[in-house]
Each structure stands twice: as structure tokens, then as C-alpha cells.
């Protein structure tokens, strides 16, 4: 530790170099290689206050939701605020995101805690908010926690940090979001996130484990998620909802009831988000919504409540069968909205240039690229994957259709919609699209297309 210029003691290798995420400045450190704009798997960890700009795409969309509750009231009404936790910060980017880049207006609603156990990645926390203030400054004070005490920590420039257990820390006080992103398995904080959760509350879960999540480690997704894999194309889908699975029933046993907002396999880690809401009826509904996966001869798969003997060997589950989106909510995600709230103004990058920010027009292009791709395809799919959809991949088509190629998944899209069924491109590193087109329909479409462009 040595001085710095903020009156605090700067952390070792303090101020290392300066990177923009959304329109947010913030402090790598020196040995950490420069990201490369949307880098596609995790970078390599250089130990305490690592940031993994892989997952820039996730806390932008982080942003995008908790904006969203705010400007629409889906989460708590009127002019109420809402208590939001990062419950494993790190480095606070996700926390001084939402500080800096959701619009002013909606600032003074926000109490925003961060928590974490290492003191080093605290500290860079600490230091990068007082270095970086947010532009609107909210005099956030301490609010009481569950036994009527103040809680640990302090509070910097609208940010409460405090340096606990993030169990303990959900168990001291009641929130309406939080996020829990720990290396690897969310599953030994799930529980105390639950409880902590207020009648009402969103939780936004990674899970980094996807080897367990996707069955191809069985033992460690027995373990963890009671739950059995195949792998094949749908392993990717699966993870998701035997996550969902996980949190629902585990929601259940707290009487509550959950729905999900947003819910996506990003390369190499599994996010979620859902709406949760106590409610005894909710909750038992559950039995609706889990099931298992049962791949076919004639059709790629079908959700079953229960596989039979002669299904086990080709199922997958048990899983959440139920929507994966909310329609309104994924549908607002646009290009735009990620532009117009996460991309700094010019002015903004002149200040952020003088400060230190190298920051040339390749940067400037290639963040706005990131950006969109964050979000990209979010709201055309939003009303399919609110409701009941066939999730195809383009590459299995051949084999079901006798042709010796696909057609472009383009071609595919456009003459589901001509024939009024509804179909998009899903955002994943595989080439996924989704239509409530019978599959038989699609088959015929496929072959069609491929007879007239051959
Ligand atoms: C993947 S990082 C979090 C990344 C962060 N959310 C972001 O977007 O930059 C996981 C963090 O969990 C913290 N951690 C691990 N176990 C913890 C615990 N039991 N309580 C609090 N923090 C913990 C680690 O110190 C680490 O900073």
C-alpha cells in the first residue's frame, strides 16, 4: 500500500491502467493484458483484482435491467427506491456502473451496497469510485438493518462497501436485487440470496461452473444441481434451465415464486435473471414449470413432466420447462437503449481523456460494436422466449431434412414469417434460432429452400 492523491492509501500496483466499460473508467491492473474489445472466453486470471472483461456484456446488461425496473416500475412503485447489493463485487465494476451510467433522474431511487471478502479487490473498489466520482453524487445514507442495527462498511460517493461474508452480509439486511457472480458455482449462496430477497425482488445469478451445468461433468451436476445431462446441441439450453431449475425450486421452499426475465448462455458462463414474489399459490405452481427434455426420432425434443423408461436414456433434466423471458422487459433491450445509456458523449470522453484515458477512434468504434452485441437480438426473440418455442440449430437441419445443407438461417427466419409463424435469431456463439412453427413446418420450409437454391 502507499499515498495517493484521494487522502486514502492506495492498493499495490495502484492506479495500473486505465480501461472503459460502458462509460464507466476503470483501473486494471498493470499486469492484466489491455482486453480486446468483446473478448469471447475468460481472460487470464492475474489473482487479486482481476477483472474478466469477458463479462463486460453481462454487467452492461445489468445496467440495461435495473434501469428498466426503475423507468417502467415493474419492481416496486411510485417514487420508492430500490436496495440493490452486489454481493461478490470485486473491483466494483458492475456497482459504479450502475452508479455512473443509469440516467440521473432515476439516481436518487438507487441505495446501492457492494460486498466482498478480499480487502485488496475492496480497496481498488474504493479507490477507482473516489478517483472517478459518479456525475450525480447521491447522499446515500445508512439504512438499518434486519435487527435494527448500522451496517459495517462505509459509504463512498453513493456506494455502501462493506467487507463480509456475502452470506452474512444477505443475511444482515433485506434487499430487492441482487447479484451474485462467484467464481465457478453459484450454488452455496443461493439459499441466503433467497432469504435476504424482500417480498418482491429480482435476482441476477452467473454461473461459471459449465461443465457441471451442462452434464459434462455428470458427478459434479448430480451434486450440485440434482439433475442429469446429455450432451448434445441443447447441452447449451439445458444449463440454462436446470439454473432456473435450481432457483425455482429452491424459491418454492421459501413459498416463492419466480419468473425469468432474461436468462442466456454467454460463451463460457450461464446468466440469469428472474422476478421472484412471495406467494404460497405461486410457489406450488412450480410442478407446471419443471420437467425434463426428451430428445426424439421425429422431432428434435419435447418437454415431458417425466420421461418414461424407454425416454430416461434420451432425456435431460429435471429443468425449468417454463418461459425463459419476460416479452416487455427482454423486449426493450434494444441496440439503442444500449447505446443511448452505456456509450459516453464525446465531451464525456474528452474529460476521460484528459484524466488519463487513452482511448483512440478504434476504440471508440469497436466499444459501441460491444455494446450492441451486449444486446444484440434481445428484443426481436423477447416474445418467442416469453412463451412456449422450438429452439432449432441450423447445423442439425441437414440430417432432418435429407438436404446436404442448410439454407441461410436468414432465408429460414423470413419464410417462417411469411407463413405467419413467429421466428428469430437467439443470441449465442451457435448458429440458434427459435420459431412456435410446428417442426414439421420448418422441415418443409428447409427442404423448399434448399430444392429452389440447388
Ligand atoms: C467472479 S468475482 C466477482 C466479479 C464481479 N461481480 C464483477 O463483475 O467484476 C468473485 C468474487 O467473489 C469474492 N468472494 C468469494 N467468496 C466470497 C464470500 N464467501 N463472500 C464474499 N465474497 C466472496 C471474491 O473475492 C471475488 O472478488
Same mark, same amino acid.
Given at each position: 500500500?502507499?499515498?495517493?492523491?484521494?487522502?486514502?492509501?492506495?492498493?499495490?500496483?495502484?492506479?495500473?491502467?486505465?480501461?472503459?466499460?460502458?462509460?464507466?473508467?476503470?483501473?486494471?491492473?498493470?499486469?492484466?493484458?489491455?482486453?480486446?474489445?468483446?473478448?469471447?472466453?475468460?481472460?487470464?486470471?492475474?489473482?487479486?483484482?482481476?477483472?474478466?472483461?469477458?463479462?463486460?456484456?453481462?454487467?452492461?446488461?445489468?445496467?440495461?435491467?435495473?434501469?428498466?425496473?426503475?423507468?417502467?416500475?415493474?419492481?416496486?412503485?411510485?417514487?420508492?427506491? &430500490?436496495?440493490? %447489493? +452486489? #454481493?461478490?463485487? !470485486?473491483?466494483?465494476?458492475?456497482?459504479?456502473? =450502475?452508479?455512473?451510467?443509469? /440516467?440521473?433522474?432515476?439516481?436518487?431511487?438507487?441505495?446501492?451496497?457492494?460486498?466482498?471478502?478480499?480487502?485488496?479487490?475492496?480497496?481498488?473498489?474504493?479507490?477507482?469510485?473516489?478517483?472517478?466520482?459518479?456525475?450525480?453524487?447521491?447522499?446515500?445514507?445508512?439504512?438499518?438493518?434486519?435487527?435494527?442495527?448500522?451496517?459495517?462498511?462505509?459509504?463512498?460517493?453513493?456506494?455502501? &462497501?462493506?467487507? %463480509? +461474508? #456475502?452470506?452474512? !452480509?444477505?443475511?444482515?439486511?433485506?434487499?430487492? =436485487?441482487?447479484?451474485?457472480? /462467484?467464481?465457478?458455482?453459484?450454488?452455496?449462496?443461493?439459499?441466503?440470496?433467497?432469504?435476504?430477497?424482500?417480498?418482491?425482488?429480482?435476482?441476477?445469478?452467473?454461473?461459471?461452473?459449465?461443465?457441471?451445468?451442462?452434464?459434462?461433468?455428470?458427478?459434479?451436476?448430480?451434486?450440485?444441481?440434482?439433475?442429469?445431462?446429455?450432451?448434445?446441441?441443447?447441452?447449451?439450453?439445458?444449463?440454462?434451465?436446470? %439454473?432456473?431449475?435450481?432457483? !425455482?425450486?429452491?424459491?418454492?421452499?421459501?413459498?416463492?415464486?419466480?419468473?425469468?426475465?432474461?436468462?442466456?448462455?454467454?460463451?463460457?458462463?450461464?446468466?440469469?435473471?428472474?422476478?421472484?414474489?412471495?406467494?404460497?399459490?405461486?410457489?406450488?405452481?412450480?410442478?407446471?414449470?419443471?420437467?425434463?427434455?426428451?430428445?426424439?426420432?421425429?422431432?428434435?425434443?419435447?418437454?415431458?413432466?417425466?420421461?418414461?423408461?424407454?425416454?430416461?436414456?434420451?432425456?435431460?433434466?429435471?429443468?425449468?420447462?417454463?418461459?425463459?423471458?419476460? !416479452?416487455?422487459?427482454?423486449?426493450?433491450?434494444?441496440?439503442?437503449?444500449?447505446?443511448?445509456?452505456?456509450?459516453?458523449?464525446?465531451?464525456?470522453?474528452?474529460?476521460?481523456?484528459?484524466?488519463?484515458?487513452?482511448?483512440?477512434?478504434?476504440?471508440?468504434?469497436?466499444?459501441?460494436?460491444?455494446?450492441?452485441?451486449?444486446?444484440?437480438?434481445?428484443?426481436?426473440?423477447?416474445?418467442?422466449?416469453?412463451?412456449?418455442?422450438?429452439?432449432?440449430?441450423?447445423?442439425?437441419?441437414?440430417?432432418?431434412?435429407?438436404?446436404?445443407?442448410?439454407?441461410?438461417?436468414?432465408?429460414?427466419?423470413?419464410?417462417?414469417?411469411?407463413?405467419?409463424?413467429?421466428?428469430?435469431?437467439?443470441?449465442?456463439?451457435?448458429?440458434?434460432?427459435?420459431?412456435?412453427?410446428?417442426?414439421?413446418?420448418?422441415?418443409?420450409?428447409?427442404?423448399?429452400?434448399?430444392?429452389?437454391?440447388?
Amino acid at each position: 500500500m502507499s499515498g495517493d492523491a484521494t487522502g486514502m492509501t492506495a492498493p499495490d500496483g495502484w492506479p495500473g491502467q486505465l480501461w472503459l466499460e460502458g462509460r464507466t473508467i476503470i483501473h486494471l491492473k498493470q499486469e492484466q493484458e489491455r482486453p480486446t474489445h468483446m473478448p469471447r472466453g475468460p481472460a487470464k486470471n492475474t489473482g487479486q483484482g482481476f477483472l474478466n472483461p469477458a463479462m463486460a456484456p453481462a454487467r452492461t446488461r445489468s445496467v440495461l435491467l435495473l434501469a428498466d425496473a426503475l423507468e417502467n416500475d415493474w419492481l416496486v412503485t411510485g417514487e420508492k427506491p &430500490i436496495r440493490v %447489493l +452486489d #454481493a461478490l463485487c !470485486a473491483t466494483g465494476v458492475r456497482v459504479r456502473r =450502475w452508479r455512473n451510467e443509469i /440516467p440521473a433522474n432515476l439516481q436518487q431511487r438507487l441505495r446501492i451496497s457492494a460486498n466482498d471478502l478480499d480487502e485488496f479487490a475492496l480497496n481498488w473498489t474504493r479507490i477507482s469510485h473516489i478517483t472517478h466520482p459518479p456525475e450525480v453524487i447521491v447522499e446515500q445514507e445508512f439504512e438499518d438493518d434486519r435487527h435494527n442495527r448500522i451496517p459495517s462498511g462505509e459509504i463512498i460517493n453513493g456506494i455502501h &462497501i462493506q467487507q %463480509l +461474508d #456475502a452470506r452474512v !452480509a444477505m443475511m444482515e439486511s433485506a434487499f430487492q =436485487w441482487v447479484d451474485l457472480d /462467484p467464481f465457478g458455482s453459484p450454488v452455496s449462496f443461493l439459499d441466503s440470496a433467497l432469504q435476504c430477497l424482500s417480498r418482491s425482488g429480482v435476482l441476477e445469478v452467473t454461473a461459471t461452473d459449465t461443465a457441471a451445468l451442462t452434464g459434462s461433468s455428470p458427478s459434479s451436476m448430480a451434486r450440485r444441481y440434482g439433475a442429469k445431462g446429455l450432451v448434445d446441441i441443447y447441452a447449451h439450453d439445458d444449463a440454462v434451465r436446470i %439454473l432456473l431449475g435450481l432457483i !425455482a425450486t429452491s424459491a418454492a421452499r421459501l413459498d416463492k415464486k419466480i419468473k425469468p426475465i432474461l436468462a442466456l448462455f454467454d460463451g463460457h458462463h450461464v446468466r440469469v435473471s428472474v422476478q421472484l414474489k412471495t406467494s404460497k399459490e405461486g410457489a406450488s405452481e412450480i410442478t407446471q414449470n419443471m420437467g425434463w427434455r426428451v430428445r426424439g426420432e421425429d422431432e428434435p425434443y419435447r418437454f415431458v413432466t417425466h420421461p418414461n423408461t424407454d425416454q430416461l436414456e434420451n432425456a435431460s433434466g429435471p429443468m425449468w420447462i417454463g418461459p425463459l423471458w419476460d !416479452a416487455e422487459i427482454a423486449g426493450r433491450m434494444s441496440e439503442e437503449k444500449a447505446i443511448q445509456m452505456c456509450s459516453p458523449s464525446l465531451a464525456q470522453l474528452q474529460q476521460m481523456r484528459a484524466s488519463g484515458l487513452v482511448w483512440d477512434d478504434e476504440d471508440i468504434e469497436y466499444s459501441q460494436r460491444e455494446l450492441r452485441r451486449s444486446v444484440r437480438y434481445i428484443a426481436d426473440a423477447a416474445d418467442l422466449m416469453s412463451r412456449d418455442h422450438l429452439l432449432i440449430n441450423l447445423d442439425s437441419l441437414p440430417k432432418w431434412a435429407g438436404t446436404g445443407g442448410a439454407p441461410k438461417m436468414e432465408k429460414i427466419i423470413a419464410a417462417l414469417q411469411q407463413l405467419n409463424f413467429a421466428a428469430a435469431r437467439l443470441p449465442d456463439l451457435e448458429p440458434v434460432f427459435v420459431t412456435d412453427a410446428a417442426f414439421a413446418d420448418v422441415i418443409k420450409i428447409v427442404q423448399q429452400l434448399w430444392t429452389s437454391n440447388n
